[in-house]
């Protein structure tokens, strides 16, 4: 079993849509968690960081199940240039192994 | 303002012809890491550093070298370059371990023929 899973998709949405991206990982002991976006052939940039207690930015909402293990993304509202590939991050607290999710990419289409 | 910096941004060369890839930060961050990603394998750690003079392995060492002599540079080295090692690199630095996250570089897209 892979260290952190992803649908690939691609998820092809309308704009205005909600569209949720779900990530699972395998090491229970996974402090840390992360979303990032990466556009096409540039570098991932991190959208946001997900807490324990969920946390939202903006048109963005990240949820954490521990027991599950796993975190998942949430976009309301979606616009044109939310259409990227979405990283799911996982990190062991102390460690430096920071494991990164295939990714799932999404289209917001006109 | 805050970046890490790679260079160059494109490198063809041929096999077993050493070659280096710099990174540098300017954030002062502690922690440094490369990565290469490859069609459907995703992003996978080369090597990592938590502090000057302290690296260590990550998932695919094999091939590559790094050094840390000073804080704010982590270079890539690659020895005897083969045609598997042709990638997109990322260099990326944290202020540290927990919910801090990694700024990337602009990466490096080696090809080696």
């Known amino acids: 079993r892979k260290e952190v899973e992803q649908d690939p998709g691609p998820f092809n949405v309308p704009e205005g849509a909600t569209v949720a991206f779900n990530c699972t990982y395998s090491?229970?002991?996974?402090?840390?968690f992360f979303w990032y976006r990466q556009d096409c052939r540039k570098e991932p940039k991190l959208l946001m960081s997900?807490?324990?207690s969920g946390n939202e930015d903006g048109r963005f909402t990240a949820q954490l199940n521990r027991a599950s293990q796993y975190i998942s993304l949430l976009i309301r509202d979606s616009k044109l240039s939310d259409s990227a590939t979405y990283l799911c991050?996982?990190?062991?607290?102390?460690?430096?192994?920071?494991?990164f999710g295939p990714g799932t990419r999404l289209s917001v289409l006109p | 303002e805050a970046q890490v910096t790679q260079n160059p941004r494109y490198l063809i060369t041929v096999t077993g012809k050493k070659l280096t890839v710099t990174c540098s930060q300017n954030?002062?961050?502690?922690?440094m890491s490369w990565y290469r990603q490859d069609p459907g394998l995703g992003l996978r750690q080369i090597y990592y550093?938590?502090?000057?003079?302290?690296?260590d392995k990550g998932d695919v060492p094999e091939g590559y070298k790094v050094s840390r002599k000073e804080k704010r540079n982590f270079p890539l080295i690659l020895e005897s370059p083969s045609p598997n090692q042709t990638s997109l690199y990322f260099c990326?630095?944290?202020?540290?371990?927990?919910?801090?996250?990694?700024?990337f570089g602009s990466g490096t897209r080696l090809t080696v023929v």
């Open positions: 990326a630095s944290s202020l540290g371990s927990g919910p801090y996250g990694y700024t």
């Open positions: 090491n229970s002991a996974s402090q840390s």
């Open positions: 997900v807490y324990s």
């Open positions: 991050v996982v990190n062991i607290l102390g460690g430096q192994n920071f494991v």
């Open positions: 954030m002062n961050h502690e922690y």
């Open positions: 550093s938590m502090n000057v003079e302290v690296t």
